[in-house]
């Protein structure tokens, strides 16, 4: 009797295991990513506790060892910031500060998107309205912001709508010169191709000008966020009594350095993750902009 070879079905690439080299590819920006932040709170850890100068102190000598710890009343540590933010959890202190911050962020954020946004696009579609407001609108852009602080005090005493008012107008301005610069780079093309169409300007504005402005609104949003987390802050040292910024002004005048880096990274990750929401968003309408070069 002759023996039959049963064939197995050939493995398919999609059945087959990524290399490990294919995995890091696929992640290799969340990998290096999190090695560096790793890395930099190791190195953090090692110069607030002595760790590197016990180590290297038989090889370089005492004296220079030494240079390589640095007390903690001046940087803290990884481990006594996480401790501190356990804590101030748990009093609810943290809390507090937080919403009070949050709640001033999405205010003052607000209203410098329902205004910024249109006034860009507004002065960028209209010329006798540019004509009127580029020049208050160049020379508010070329001064500092917080010039105008005592003003607000004056004006809103110290409270919430102070520190409203001071987030709006620190943001507004990126918000409004990205959507002036989108409707400045639309295609003259598509927009005479349209007119001689019969199209009016609502048709145009609405089909042209808005699906153009996407990628230049999402930057100003990413650049406003900044804006706003400097606002928060620096509202909060003038003109409050609660807040995250009111925490690292009291924090820093009494040398509580644990607490005045539980405020910084409190205001980071909240960056990060609003920047991360933005980015994510962007790539989603933005998916006809050709990839970058870099390496």
């Not at 953090?44 to 590197?52: C, D, E, H, P, Y």
């Not at 949003?221 to 706003?228: D, E, H, K, V």
């Not at 005048?253 to 909240?270: E, K, N, P, R, Y």
Request: hydrophobic share 50%; proline share 5%.
């Amino acid at each position: 009797m002759s023996r039959v070879k049963v064939m197995s079905p050939p493995v398919s690439r999609r059945d087959a295991s990524p290399s490990p080299l294919q995995v890091y590819l696929r992640f290799e920006q969340g990998i290096l990513g999190a090695f560096s932040i790793i890395a930099v709170l190791l190195i953090w850890q090692g110069l607030s506790t002595g760790v590197f100068a016990d180590w290297l102190s038989p090889i370089l000598g005492d004296s220079v060892a030494s240079k390589l710890w640095i007390k903690p009343i001046f940087i803290s540590s990884p481990t006594r910031v996480i401790a501190k933010t356990g804590e101030m959890m748990a009093s609810g202190e943290l809390w507090e500060h937080l919403s009070s911050s949050g709640i001033s962020f999405i205010l003052g954020s607000f209203i410098a998107i329902i205004v910024g946004i249109p006034l860009g696009l507004a002065i960028g579609w209209y010329r006798r309205l540019r004509y009127a407001v580029e020049p208050f609108l160049l020379a508010y852009n070329a001064t500092p912001q917080v010039v105008f602080i005592p003003l607000m005090i004056i004006w809103a005493g110290t409270g919430m709508a102070t520190r409203v008012l001071i987030i709006a107008t620190v943001t507004f301005v990126p918000l409004t010169m990205n959507a002036w610069a989108a409707v400045k780079t639309a295609d003259p093309r598509l927009l005479k191709v349209a007119k001689s169409f019969c199209s009016s300007d609502y048709q145009r504005f609405r089909d042209i000008i808005l699906p153009t402005s996407i990628p230049f609104l999402l930057s100003g949003l990413r650049l406003a966020i900044g804006r706003a987390m400097v606002g928060v802050v620096v509202g909060e040292i003038y003109a409050a009594t609660s807040g995250v910024g009111y925490l690292i002004n009291v924090a820093g005048s009494s040398f509580q350095t644990d607490s005045v880096f539980v405020g910084i990274a409190m205001i980071a990750l909240f960056g990060l993750l609003l920047t991360a929401m933005i980015n994510s968003i962007e790539k989603r309408y933005a998916r006809w902009r050709p990839k970058s070069a870099t390496k």
